[in-house]
C-alpha cells in the first residue's frame, strides 16, 4: 500500500513572494518538487499580499488558476502529463476588511493609543514621520520595512484559525502532521521591499509559536529570502507620497539580515538567499496593476529552495547559498540538481512548443475536415480518436476528436501551456544589462498561432537533446507516436495525445 503523500506549503508573502509561487506552480507541474523518494508531495499555495490589485499577484493566481483547472479535467487520465496536484488557499491581505485609502495612523488611532498608555501616541510619532502615518496602504508597505512590520504584528494566527483564509490552511497543516514525512511551510519573499522584508520574518516567527502552542512539533518553516535582484528605471513623480526606492533596498537588506542573524532561529528551521549583483531593471511603478515586473531566474532558483528542502541531506544545516560559475553567465551547471532540474524543464518547454503551435492548431484544422482526409495527412490521430464522422461521441471505443468534452480539455491545455510559455520566455530575456542565460531561446517561446515544427533551439545548453537538427522536430514525434504499440498507449483521445507527446518531448541522451 503507498503510504501517505508529503505536504509542502508554500507561503508568497508581497509581489515578489507572489512571483515565486508562480514559478513554483511550473515547477509542480513539470514533477520537480519531489520527497526524497521522488514522489511528488502534495503542494499547497497562500498568497499574502496588502496589494490585492496587483499585476504580480494576479498572474500568479492566473497560473494556479489553469492548472488546477486543468488538473481537474485530466483527472487520472495521464501518466506523466500534469500529474501533480496543487491546493490553493487563495490569497489574503493583512488589511483585510479595511475602508480604501486605509494609512498607517488609521490602523493605529493616536486617540486609541493615548487612552491605552501614556506616551504610546508619542512614540508612534517617534517611529513614523507624518508622511508615512497618512501614505494610503492600499498599493502594499511602500517599501518601508516598519510599516509592514506594525501592520502584520497586529496579526493573531488564533484568530485567524477561527474563519477565511487561514482557517483551511492551518487547519490542513495540523492534520499533515499526523501522518507520514514532517510537512514543510515554506515561505517566500523579498528582505529589501516593504511587505515581503516586514512579513517573511513576523509571519515565521508568528508560525513558529503557533505550531508550539498547538503542540505540533513535526512541522518545519523555512525560507527563500531574496536580496536585491532588480532596479527601477526612474523614480516616483513628486505628489505620489512615498514609495520604494532603490537606495533603501540595501539598507532594508542589512537590516534584516541583522535580524535574522540574532533571531534567524526563532522564525526558520531553515533559509535559503538568494540574489544578484547584475540587476534586472523594470519601470518604476508605486504597486497596483502598473506593476507588471517580468519573471526572473532568481525566482526560479528560489523556488527550487523546496525541492532542497524536502531532501533529508538538508536537514543539517541552518542556510544555504548558491554562485555561479561565470561573471556574465548563468548555466544550468549553476542550476542546484541541474541534470533532474535541465530535463524537466526542457521537457515542459519543449512540449509546450510543441502542443501551442501544432498540436492544438492540428486538432482545431480537424475540426472543418473530413477526418478520412484529416486522417491520410495525420496518421497518428487514429490512435487517439475515431475517425467516424456520424457521431461526436465515443464510437469503437474512442473518442471523437470534435466533441465538446475533448475540446474543453484542449483548451485547458492551451491555456496551461500558454502561462507557461509565458513565464518561461519572461525570465529567458529579463537577465540584466550584460548578463545572459544559456538555459532557453527566448524567440522560440512565442505563443503565436503559427505553425512550428522545429523543436532544436527551444533549449540550450547541457539540457539541450542530443539529436541532430533536421531529426528535432515535432514531425518525428508524430511519427513515433504513430508508431506506437497499443499497449503503451494507456489513454486515449486529448488526454492522452498530451500524454504521448510529454514522454516523447525529451529524448534520451542515447539518442
Known sequence: ??????NVFAIGIGGTGAKCVESLVHLHAAGLITDQAGKTIRLGTFLVEPDQQSTLLARTEIAVDRYSKLRKQLGNATEGFAVSEIDHYGSWSPLAGAKPGISLDQVFSKPVLRNKASGLADLFDCLFPPEVQTA????????RPPIGSAVMSRISLDEAAQSGEWKKLLADIKTASGSGDPPIIHLFGSVFGGTGASGVPTLGAMLKTWLQQQNVLKVKVHASLLLPYFDFDGQGDQGIGIHAEVGNFQLNTDAALQYLSNNGKSCFDQVYLLGSDIKARYDFSIGGR????????????????????????????????????KEDQIDWEDVPDNGVVGTALAQAARFAVAWKRNYSLEIDAAQSTPLKEFTSGAPWIRKYFSISEESITKSEGLPSIRSQEELALKQAIDGYAATLLQWLRQFSRNTGLGFKQELFTEEQLTNDETYANQLHNVVRGSAKPTLAVHADTVDRIKIQMDKLPDPEIKFRGVAGVADSLWKLSIQPKTS
Open 136 to 143: 494610503e496602504l492600499d498599493v502594499g508597505f511602500r517599501g
Open 1 to 6: 500500500m503507498e503510504g501517505a503523500k508529503m
Open 290 to 325: 502598473s506593476q507588471v515586473n517580468d519573471a526572473h531566474i532568481i525566482e526560479l532558483l528560489a523556488t527550487l529552495g523546496i525541492r532542497h528542502g524536502c531532501s533529508l541531506e538538508s536537514t543539517k544545516d541552518y542556510a544555504y547559498m548558491i554562485s555561479r560559475g
